[in-house]
């Protein structure tokens, strides 16, 4: 099944577009005639080596030929204010576009991408001090205060343990605003509740896929890797403003998101458990439009959690007016309570259609209508109404998924959806456990044991990328671009997590926040979407850390153009480049590059 095309995006959202064919054309001949001008004026004046070549990147919009053996050797540096720049969510961009945004709908917390004119193209600088993270699994509980410069979450969160400053580190003692006590004793607490096989909160496999929102610096999740338990932790750049970023400076998973008033980037029936912990989220707003969203992600027979004095306060008036309003939603979405004790109460999704069925006719809130595509998630509004399973789901009684990680390798039901074979999905796995294996040999001479901790792949098809990194200590952020959307679906189903996204657009982290990035074929695809590929690189090197590296395996006229941008962009710290192995998914005009970004000097200074 082909995913519906996503609705045109609201004014000013697309980030990198490439411009009209006219002005690459012109800007083409310019640079060629340029970089010319430039060679044959080193050569006149018979220097061994010219001054360094400084172009913007706004110029830099068409694939121009460079001259064979010149390299441009500098980018511009955005200025140090922008060092923690994310440019769909600079709330600054608000006031310069006069955009009208609801407030109260949490629309200044969702995307809103800068035009091509008011775009920084330019590399971000790291902040003063900036130090080679702090290596996984000591992230988890220690980061380097100069990474990022901000405390006041210590002493605003003090009395609930998220962090603590000590010198020249942050700690995290695993503290939340509903576990002072530490979250691996709230989520054995969990386990006991639902009554879970040796108090294990993932039931034996069969919970592996977990949403947190409003995740704080998400030690949640952090305790929940134990447990072989993924959880995408959810919070926007508002008022706890870099809660995301310690969390992928910890090296957990997570992403900066919000319930406001698009659909979450994820396919429906892709999590087992969602979990509020004091998320201060009106869950009662607009017909209970945002927990039907959460309804709309969860597995059937999925729990939501929800910590919260609404749960537990009843002395207080508005607490249980809260309560009472937010029972009655739920009862009527069909959903039941598995537990309730203390400040917490679990409430679980039905298995099948029956109950709905069973509802009064015009009962609120009303059943989504055929044609809506519950997995469209890409610039989608969401919808106060229930989305009923299919008829298979509806038959089988669940999921019917293996537990994890059998999951991982087996084919899942759902792919019959996208019109892919058990065999080709089996043989995709195969093809890239070859090709991880061989990336691997590539970097062994430069990588240690825990090189790496943050993974992205820009472009996951059906994540077999992430799946062969089973063995390795690290995750994987699976992202699939919004034209090939109904792919997340497989990568959900196989125990992994991801998100849809369109890469002539910024992706909303943190700079600094991975430690690899692979993309498969990716630049071919911008460039076929008429977008910069020099926008993508300058994008990859925004969200990649100092010392990060990058693997590319595109076309080989695509590796040689990227080839000559590496000094510009610092990348030329270790370089690799071979002619892969020829596979059913391969080429044989394809090349891999392996790079890796350098530490500025700057950085090197201040910290040695």
Same mark, same amino acid.
């Given at each position: 099944?082909?995913? %519906? ?77 922008? !060092? ?6 600079? $709330? ?5 576009? $006069? ?8 629309? %200044? ?8 004119? =008011? ?64 979250? /691996? ?13 040796? /108090? ?22 952090? @305790? ?95 607490? =249980? ?14 959903? =039941?309570?598995? !537990? ?86 089996? #043989? ?10 061989? @990336? ?32 390795? /200590? ?35 982290? @943190? ?61 030329? /710290? ?15 005009? #394809? ?18």
């Amino acid at each position: 099944m082909k995913p %519906h095309p996503p609705p045109p995006p609201p004014p000013g959202s697309r980030g990198w577009g490439a411009g009209a064919t006219g002005r690459r054309r012109a800007f083409a001949c310019a640079l060629a005639g340029a970089a010319l001008a430039f060679a044959l004026l080193c050569l006149f004046h018979g220097a061994a080596f010219g001054p360094t070549l400084r172009l913007r990147a706004s110029q830099v919009q068409a694939q121009a030929p460079l001259p064979d053996g010149l390299a441009l050797s500098s980018l511009p540096v955005c200025d140090a204010r922008h !060092s923690e720049l994310i440019p769909c969510l600079d $709330r600054g961009l608000h006031h310069q576009l $006069r955009l009208r945004l609801n407030l109260s709908l949490m629309e %200044h917390y969702e995307r809103h991408c800068p035009p091509a004119p =008011r775009r920084l193209n330019c590399l971000i600088p790291p902040p003063d001090g900036y130090l080679v993270p702090i290596r996984w699994p000591r992230s988890r509980d220690e980061v380097w205060t100069a990474n990022i410069p901000h405390t006041h979450l210590a002493s605003e969160k003090s009395d609930q343990r998220w962090m603590v400053v000590n010198g020249d580190k942050i700690n995290f003692p695993g503290g939340g605003t509903h576990f002072h006590h530490g979250a /691996d004793k709230y989520i054995v607490n969990l386990a006991q509740m639902l009554g879970f096989p040796n /108090d294990k909160l993932n039931n034996e496999g069969n919970i592996r896929n977990v949403l947190d929102v409003g995740c704080g610096v998400a030690s949640f999740g952090a @305790y929940l890797l134990p447990l072989d338990i993924i959880a995408m932790s959810l919070a926007p750049n508002d008022v706890h403003e870099n809660q995301i970023q310690f969390a992928l400076e910890r090296g957990i998973p997570s992403t900066l998101g919000v319930l406001g008033t698009r659909r979450l980037p994820y396919p429906s029936r892709s999590f087992e458990l969602a979990h509020c912990s004091r998320c201060r989220i009106d869950w009662l707003q607009r017909d209970g439009i945002l927990l039907l969203e959460v309804d709309r992600v969860l597995r059937p027979g999925g729990y939501f959690v929800y910590s919260s004095p609404e749960a537990y306060a009843h002395h207080d008036p508005a607490n =249980r007016k809260i309560w009472k309003q937010m029972s009655n939603l739920a009862q009527r979405m069909c959903w =039941r309570i598995a !537990s309730k004790e203390g400040q917490t109460v679990i409430w679980v999704k039905p298995l099948t259609n029956g109950c709905y069925m069973r509802r009064e006719p015009r009962a609120l809130p009303p059943m989504c209508a055929h044609d809506d595509d519950p997995d469209a998630a890409w610039n989608v509004l969401m919808k106060a109404c229930i989305t009923p399973y299919s008829k298979r789901v509806n038959k089988a009684k669940g999921a019917e998924l293996l537990p994890w990680p059998q999951r991982l390798t087996a084919p899942p039901p759902r792919l019959e959806e996208i019109g892919i074979s058990s065999k080709n999905f089996s #043989e995709d796995n195969e093809i890239w456990n070859s090709r991880v294996a061989q @990336y691997w040999k590539l970097m062994k001479s430069e990588i240690q044991k825990y090189s790496f901790r943050n993974v992205m792949d820009m472009n996951a098809n059906l994540g077999g990328f992430a799946a062969s990194l089973r063995k390795k /200590d690290v995750w994987v952020m699976n992202v699939a671009p919004f034209m090939e959307s109904g792919k997340l679906k497989i990568i959900y189903d196989r125990g992994l997590i991801g998100t849809i996204h369109d890469w002539c657009e910024s992706f909303s982290t @943190y700079p600094r926040t991975y430690d690899l990035l692979h993309a498969w074929l990716l630049f071919s695809e911008m460039e076929n979407q008429g977008c910069g590929l020099e926008d993508l690189l300058i994008e990859m090197d925004r969200i990649m850390r100092p010392h990060g590296y990058a693997i590319i395996r595109d076309k080989a006229a695509v590796i040689d153009y990227i080839k000559k941008l590496l000094p510009a962009l610092r990348w030329d /710290d270790w370089s690799s480049e071979v002619k892969p192995k020829r596979d059913a998914l391969s080429s044989d005009d #394809e090349r891999v590059l392996i790079v890796r970004k350098k530490l500025w000097d700057q950085a090197a200074q201040a910290a040695s």
